[in-house]
T-cell receptor, first 113, second 115 residues
Framework: AQSVSQHNHHVILSEAASLELGCNYS??????LFWYVQYPGQHLQLLLK??????LVKGIKGFEAEFIKSKFSFNLRKPSVQWSDTAEYFC???????????FGAGTTVTVRA | GAGVSQSPSNKVTEKGKDVELRCDPI?????LYWYRQRLGQGLEFLIY????????KSGLPSDRFSAERTGESVSTLTIQRTQQEDSAVYLC?????????????FGDGTRLSIL
């Protein structure tokens, strides 16, 4: 079975600091990759996605992620975080043409003002 | 509204009781998914509906769990004879159509607590 690993359970940082959240998956074939975010009291929202093409994808709110096929990774980055980025972040993977998403356990990000 | 709607938002019930959770997908979305999220864990796939096709029930953890969907409308997830390990947030998502590259849009979830 496919698995998705997120390396950090909880990240605490100050405003303007840079953020990088790790995500690795175990499936060796073609995959679709997603990052979802859940802000406090809100539902899961799509942050960005990768299907093919440029491995560096840009999402909403200044986030980007880089797909490195050789490392089975899809790390999320933001150069300068804001207090409003406090949320839980989930990496998700599906096989090409498969609707089933496998989610990581999530990383809670707390940004201190 | 424009998003996926789930009800109730919270449900507390005694062990052994049956519960029914409801999901109203985004209008026009043919694909509907149910997930379960236990405390501190990622989402687990439960079941998938696509139009009038037979649902994919491969993620249902036991025969106490069942779900229905009529056409492309509302879906209900039923848990019979609830157990304490059923306590979790149950999330529903919909997407425009089936496909690995279709973003799924999530509801707010139902937080189920079994006493």
């Amino acid at each position: 079975a496919q698995s998705v690993s997120q390396h950090n359970h909880h990240v605490i940082l100050s405003e303007a600091a840079s953020l990088e959240l790790g995500c690795n998956y175990s499936y060796g074939g073609t995959v679709n990759l997603f990052w979802y975010v859940q802000y406090p009291g809100q539902h899961l929202q799509l942050l960005l996605k990768y299907f093919s093409g440029d491995p560096l994808v840009k999402g909403i709110k200044g986030f980007e992620a880089e797909f490195i096929k050789s490392k089975f990774s899809f790390n999320l980055r933001k150069p300068s975080v804001q207090w409003s980025d406090t949320a839980e972040y989930f990496c998700a993977v599906s096989r090409s043409n498969d609707y089933k998403l496998s989610f990581g356990a999530g990383t809670t990000v707390t940004v201190r003002a | 509204g424009a998003g996926v709607s789930q009800s109730p938002s919270n449900k507390v019930t005694e062990k052994g009781k049956d519960v029914e959770l409801r999901c109203d997908p985004i209008s026009g979305h043919t694909a509907l998914y149910w997930y379960r999220q236990r405390l501190g864990q990622g989402l687990e796939f439960l079941i998938y509906f696509q139009g009038n096709s037979a649902p994919d029930k491969s993620g249902l953890p036991s025969d106490r769990f069942s779900a229905e969907r009529t056409g492309e409308s509302v879906s209900t997830l039923t848990i019979q004879r609830t157990q304490q390990e059923d306590s979790a947030v149950y999330l529903c998502a919909s997407s425009l159509y089936r496909g690995g590259n279709q973003p799924q849009h999530f509801g707010d979830g139902t937080r189920l607590s079994i006493l």
